[in-house]
């Protein structure tokens, strides 16, 4: 799975930080999700998707 959390975030202005704060996780959660690391749940996908205003599929993909 791949995903575009960073790029989101960075157009949107938004520091790892800003974005943690927003969903009531740590900031390196948000790192471990931009690196492939963490795959969140999908609550906290879709709290990701309302942030950004875009839909889950914008924000994650499977590699094929």
Sequence with gaps: ???T???QRVTHGMTQ???AQ???VSRQTINAIENNKYF???ELGL?????F????EDLF???E
């Design 40 to 42: 969140p749940s999908l």
């Design 22 to 24: 927003r969903l009531g």
């Design 61 to 63: 993909s499977l590699e």
């Design 47 to 51: 709290k990701l998707a309302r942030i």
């Design 17 to 19: 930080e800003d974005v």
């Design 1 to 3: 799975m791949k995903n």
């Design 5 to 7: 959390i960073k790029i």
């Design 53 to 56: 205003k875009c839909s889950v």
